[in-house]
Structures are given as C-alpha cells and as structure tokens.
C-alpha cells in the first residue's frame, strides 16, 4: 500500500522555524517528484513547493521564496520542508504528496499519494 506520513508540525512563535518531514513507503520513492501544499482553515488547499526525483530541480511558490527550503533523501524515502521567519498566515494543515512527473507537480488534483497532513500553528 502506497503511503506517505507528514510529521515535524507544532505550535511556533511568529519569526520561529520549523522543519516537516514527509516519508514515503509502499511505491519507488525516488521515481516520484514530491511537491507540499497547505490548506488553512476556510481556505482552498495550496501548493508550496515541489521536489524532482532527483532533488536536483526545487521550485517553490512566490509567498514562501526565500522562508522555506525544500530537499530529499532518497535513502531514506523522506522529503524534508525547512520553514523560516514564520507567520501567523502560515498557519494551516501541511500535506505532502507524490507523483511521477515533475512537470505534474504543483496540481492539487494532478497528485497521485498523500498523506494525512501534519498541523502547524503559528501564534504568540
């Protein structure tokens, strides 16, 4: 069974950091590009950032330019997500999920796995 499992949220002070981690199990990890989406209560679900199988290509959505770093390991089947000099707007509930192109990456309904999600609140 093809799963992928967030974890790293939590409640940060505005300006904190935070690190996700996203590992994939059940499917050829290091076939899939990985992308992070968010989806804030009240709010669509929206793209943050995509990684190519490889790790070599990264692209990231304008809001998170420069705040937030994507990378992977394939050798352990996990996409981590570095958050710097977080908001109170970027609170919401942080999903990952994988598909097998990169050029598909970034498409809520163009993803083939995700996981459940992981919380992250940031409020003083």
């Known amino acids: 069974q093809s799963q992928l499992v967030e974890s790293g949220g939590g409640l940060v002070q505005p300006g904190g950091s935070l690190r996700l981690s996203c590992v994939g199990s059940g499917f050829t990890f290091d076939d899939y590009a990985i992308g992070w989406f968010r989806q804030a209560p009240g709010k669509e679900r929206e793209w943050i950032s995509c990684i190519s199988d490889t790790g070599r290509t990264t692209t990231y959505a304008d809001y998170v330019k420069g705040r937030f770093t994507i990378s992977r390991d394939n050798a352990k089947n996990t996409v981590s997500l570095r958050m710097d000099s977080l908001k109170p707007e970027d609170t919401a509930v942080y999903y990952c999920?994988?598909?097998?192109?990169?050029?598909?990456?970034?498409?809520?309904?163009?993803?083939?796995?995700w996981g459940k999600g992981t919380l992250v609140t940031v409020s003083s």
């Open positions: 999920a994988a598909v097998p192109y990169f050029s598909f990456c970034g498409n809520v309904d163009g993803m083939d796995y």
